[in-house]
């Protein structure tokens, strides 16, 4: 089994910025990517950030320089740092991660469970 953990979301005004955090933990063997998605009300949930393990970076067109994700692989956690943020960045953040785990995991898929982030005045 793999946990994700999540944290760093809030209350936060326009233009201000939050730091998400999200660790994995359990029986991994190795991880491949690490994302974080969002997903406002009556909306699809969307790629926001992901990272791949080697430092590979593709970003929402609406978050290009003013998201930033990061990871740390030795405490198998990422960040998304969030500057300059909008009303329209408000959502709940989920983080994902794959990779593969030690038998029997195998294959794994893993979500967190989610952090809310509202940006408004």
Do not use: H
Request: net charge neutral; proline share 4%; with cysteine.
């Amino acid at each position: 089994q793999v946990q994700l953990v999540e944290s760093g979301g809030g209350l936060v005004q326009p233009g201000g910025s939050l730091r998400l955090s999200c660790a994995a933990s359990g029986s991994i063997l190795s991880i491949e990517a690490m994302g974080w998605y969002r997903q406002a009300p009556g909306k699809e949930r969307e790629l926001v950030a992901i990272i791949t393990s080697g430092g590979n970076t593709n970003y929402a067109d609406s978050v290009k320089g003013r998201f930033t994700i990061s990871r740390e692989n030795a405490k198998n956690t990422v960040y998304l740092q969030m500057n300059s943020l909008k009303p329209e960045d408000t959502a709940f953040y989920y983080c994902n991660v794959k990779g593969l785990g030690y038998s029997p995991v195998g294959p794994f898929d893993s979500w967190g469970q989610g952090t809310q982030v509202t940006v408004s005045s």
